[in-house]
């Protein structure tokens, strides 16, 4: 993706495509637009959970090894 894109607007905008096909809101024309686009929403998120999740394990890592170098 291009643009400048955090988890949170990423996620607001799944919503909004899932909402719109659900309550039949846009055309079939667009249908194949919004599903690609939500494709790679889900992928783009997908990343940014996991990259958090390696940094937060990678901390607590950290943070316990330096405790154990105190005692």
């Known amino acids: 993706m291009s643009e400048k894109l955090n988890y949170t607007d990423a996620f607001e905008e799944l919503q909004q495509i899932v909402q719109e096909i659900e309550q039949g809101e846009i055309s079939v024309d667009e249908l194949s637009e919004k599903v690609k686009r939500a494709a790679l929403l889900i992928k783009f998120c997908k990343n940014k959970l996991s990259t958090t ?17 105190e005692n």
């Not at 390696?54 to 330096?66: A, F, R």
């Open 53 to 69: 999740e390696e940094d937060v394990n990678k901390i607590l890592k950290e943070l316990e090894s330096g405790s154990r170098d």
